[in-house]
C-alpha cells in the first residue's frame, strides 16, 4: 500500500518557467513532509519541509505548498534553471516519528 | 569531507555470496537508516538504528540483518545474496535533538547480485 504517491515519473519544462512538481498521501497521521532532490550517483538531499500546521513554506526559488483537507503537497521552482533537473522525492512522516515514508520520485528534465 | 560515507560504493557478488555493506558518519547523529532503491519504488527502509542499543525492523528486513557497532558506524549484511536483491542501498542519519525530520544520505553503494 503505497502511503506517499508521486504519479508522474517524468517532468519536462523549459528552462525560466515554473516546475510544478505533484504529491499526494493516504495516512491522516502524517504531520510533517519534506522533499529530497537526488542527482544520478549521488545520494539524495534535502530540499525543503513543511510542518501540518502551515499550508506554504517558501525558500529562494523554492515554494512547498500544503493541502492538507485534499492530502496533497506540491513542490514549486520558480524560475526553473538546468542544475534542477533530477529526480525529486516526496516524503512524510508523523508526530514524534522519524521514520520516513517516500514517495517513488519524479524525474525533473529542464530543457535550456 | 563527506559527512555520511558508503564502502564499497560498487559491488557485484554472485547468488549465495555473504555480503556487507558498511556506513561511516561524522555527523555524531545517534539515528541512522538502511533503505533501498528500485526503479518506480522509490526509497523502502530496511532497517533502523536510534542509538547504539537498538535495532529496528524497516518494511522490507527479510534476507538482511544489520550491526550497529558504534555511534558512528551501522552496517548492511546480505547473508546470502539473492538476485532480487539488487539495487541501489542507501545509509541515512537522523538527530532526535534537532526540530526537523530531516535526514542525511550517503552516496549509495550500487549492488549486483548475479
Known amino acids: 500500500d503505497q502511503q506517499v504517491k508521486q504519479n508522474s515519473p517524468s517532468l519536462s519544462v523549459q528552462e525560466g518557467r515554473i516546475s510544478i512538481l505533484n504529491c499526494d498521501y493516504t495516512?491522516?497521521?502524517?504531520?510533517?513532509f519534506l522533499w529530497y532532490k537526488k542527482y544520478p550517483a549521488e545520494g539524495p538531499t534535502f530540499l525543503i519541509s513543511i510542518s501540518s500546521i502551515k499550508d506554504k513554506n517558501e525558500d529562494g526559488r523554492f515554494t512547498v505548498f500544503l493541502n492538507k483537507s485534499a492530502k496533497h503537497l506540491s513542490l514549486h521552482i520558480v524560475p526553473s534553471q538546468p542544475g534542477d533537473s533530477a529526480v525529486y522525492f516526496c516524503?512524510?512522516?508523523?508526530?514524534?516519528?522519524?521514520?520516513?515514508?517516500f514517495g517513488t520520485g519524479t524525474r525533473l528534465t529542464i530543457i535550456p | 569531507d563527506a559527512d555520511v560515507t558508503q564502502t564499497p560504493r560498487n559491488r557485484i557478488t554472485k547468488t549465495g555470496k555473504r555480503i556487507m555493506l558498511e556506513c561511516s558518519q561524522t555527523?555524531?547523529?545517534?539515528?541512522m537508516y538502511w533503505y533501498r532503491q528500485d526503479p518506480g519504488l522509490g526509497l523502502r527502509l530496511i532497517y533502523y538504528?536510534?542509538?547504539?542499543?537498538?535495532?529496528n525492523k524497516g518494511e522490507i528486513s527479510d534476507g538482511y540483518s544489520v550491526s550497529r557497532q558504534a555511534q558512528a558506524k551501522f552496517s548492511l549484511s546480505l547473508e546470502s545474496a539473492i538476485p532480487n536483491q539488487t539495487a541501489l542501498y542507501f545509509c541515512?542519519?537522523?538527530?532526535?535533538?534537532?526540530?526537523?525530520?530531516?535526514?542525511?544520505f550517503g552516496p549509495g553503494t550500487r549492488l549486483t547480485v548475479l
Open positions: 555527523k555524531g547523529h545517534d539515528r
Open positions: 495516512n491522516s497521521m502524517f504531520d510533517y
Open positions: 541515512a542519519t537522523s538527530d532526535p535533538t534537532g526540530i526537523t525530520d530531516t535526514q542525511y
Open positions: 516524503a512524510a512522516s508523523g508526530l514524534g516519528n522519524e521514520k520516513l515514508t
Open positions: 538504528s536510534f542509538d547504539v542499543k537498538d535495532i
